[in-house]
């Protein structure tokens, strides 16, 4: 039996967050313990029929879970757990961050991101989909979420996209992080011996870029990212009874926000902006 718990700060919009049940599997890379986190194998289904029917639905953002050993949702809302938003238990979004898109967005969508997750790649495309359709309204910001007992590499390439970031600024990093994608084959098997040329095509310095990297001085930034990641992982085991993953984003409004996990498809994610854009 599903539990079904409503929250009223998304109106007009029916999100179905689901686990062990039909629909389209949207894969996550599960997190491994950091502090109190816990390993948890978790598989996120999203219906596209359930968001694209959301335009037809004036209801309230609905979050369902039906797999073993699931906390009971229903019994986290009688305890006041949903009180507070998800927006607020992470950092704003400033002039440090990693932004694309609009410089006054409508929408922000935050994605903390694994760049050897293989279900990252495929979000990251679907990302670039989104900025071309909706760039003028929406802000991509992405932040920092190496997974290192999945993904050995994950933590020197994060630390890598920073230097990026720091030699070459805002656009160096996008370069950078885009290239990466495009070329990893994911699960540690990128030639990590490719990273200064990434660099360079990116129009930063190989030899500056080798040295931050070696430095490890850009690790404060990752560390700042992760804190977030563990906050977000307490808000969701309250609110949904289950742990996060790569990749996992957090759509804000000026009015709201909510989580957005998994790599979900171009279809829900569109439904879901056009349904935010609407109101």
């Known amino acids: 039996m599903q539990n079904v718990v409503q929250h009223s700060a998304l109106n007009n919009i029916v999100f179905y967050y689901r686990y062990g049940i039909m629909g389209i599997k949207v894969k996550i890379c599960p997190v491994l313990d950091t502090g109190s986190m816990k390993v ?3 598989k996120y289904l999203l219906p596209i029929s359930s968001l694209l029917a959301a335009a037809l639905v004036s209801g309230s953002l609905i979050y369902t879970s039906g797999g073993r050993g699931q906390a009971n949702v229903a019994e986290n809302v009688e305890g006041g757990l949903l009180d507070t938003a998800i927006a607020e238990v992470i950092r704003p979004v400033g002039k440090d961050d990693r932004i694309r898109g609009s ?3 409508k929408i922000t969508i935050i994605e903390y991101s694994d760049t050897e997750c293989p279900y990252c790649k495929v979000f990251h495309e ?3 989909k989104v900025m071309q359709e909706y760039g003028e309204d929406v802000a991509w910001v992405y932040r920092q979420f190496p997974i290192e007992g999945l993904h050995s590499q ?3 390439e994060a ?3 920073e230097c990026v970031a720091k030699l070459g600024g805002n656009d160096a990093f996008w370069m950078f992080v885009d290239k990466i994608y495009e070329v990893t084959p994911s699960n540690d098997r990128l030639d990590l011996s490719l990273l200064p040329e990434f660099a360079e095509l990116a129009g ?3 030899d500056e870029f080798e ?7 850009t690790w404060s930034e990752v560390q700042e990212d992760l804190n977030d990641t563990e906050e977000l992982a307490r808000w969701m085991m309250q609110n949904a009874g289950r742990n996060i993953g790569t990749p996992f984003s957090v759509v804000i409004t000026k009015d709201e926000s909510f989580p ?3 790599a979900q498809p171009y279809e829900g994610i569109k439904a879901v902006l056009e349904q935010l854009l609407a109101k």
């Open 40 to 42: 948890m194998q978790s």
């Open 126 to 128: 679907t990302m670039h």
């Open 103 to 105: 410089a006054s967005p």
């Open 211 to 217: 040295s931050c990297l070696s430095s490890g001085e």
């Open 154 to 156: 994950a933590l020197e």
């Open 159 to 161: 630390i890598a996209t």
């Open 204 to 206: 930063v310095a190989p």
């Open 260 to 262: 957005l996990p998994g």
